[in-house]
């Protein structure tokens, strides 16, 4: 029999997204995002937020001393400092001035998602890594066509995920020498990070 229903995919393949039916191909590059985006970013974001944390002792005491109310908090600024997503590509449709630039229909322009979550001008010492940052907004999850179908997926598993982990093994050691960091132009973070457990 069919199995069930799946919103995303029956949008891609019965309804008229973009003012035309999507192509086989089309559909498949939607797939394959939902994919990667599913099982490549939120390991990446646990990986270095993780590393963050070992290398500041006073800050993982701090979000030891009571895991259900800290390890959301520092899963959000995990999120903030460690966001494997570099950037995304834009077509500008109408004339407009950013920056005190004048931009006209057709140009590419170039979301640089990791330096806007770096900021000084949204964040107070905006390249440093504090578990509690209270931060009103970032664009860790993209943003316009771009924005992660799965935020509210990804804010649960990491908060879970962090929690859980540091429950079992407060006390750790990520092997980084052993470990493989990928970096590419569009998304960075480590994708194999050995532990070693007390």
Known sequence: GKGQPSP???????????GRALTDMEIAVDVMA????GT???????????LELQKRPGQLAEVLADLPRHAPAAWEEMLRYNAPAQWFGRTVKHPVRLGGVALEPG????????????????????GAFIWN??????LSFGVGPHFCIGI???????????????????????LTAQ????????????IDLPVRVA
């Open 40 to 50: 490549e970013t939120v390991p990446k974001v646990v990986g270095g937020g993780l």
């Open 8 to 18: 995303f995919i029956d949008a891609l393949l019965s309804r008229d997204l973009i």
């Open 107 to 126: 140009q590419r322009v170039i979301l640089l998602i990791a330096s806007a979550n770096r900021d000084p001008r949204e964040f107070d010492n905006a």
């Open 179 to 190: 470990g493989t960091f990928a970096e590419s132009e569009f998304q960075t973070g480590w």
């Open 133 to 138: 940052r209270k931060a009103r907004r970032m």
């Open 152 to 174: 509210h997926t990804a804010r649960l598993e990491g908060a879970i995920l962090i929690e859980e982990f540091l429950a079992a093994a407060p006390h750790f050691e990520l």
């Open 34 to 37: 939902m994919l990667a985006g």
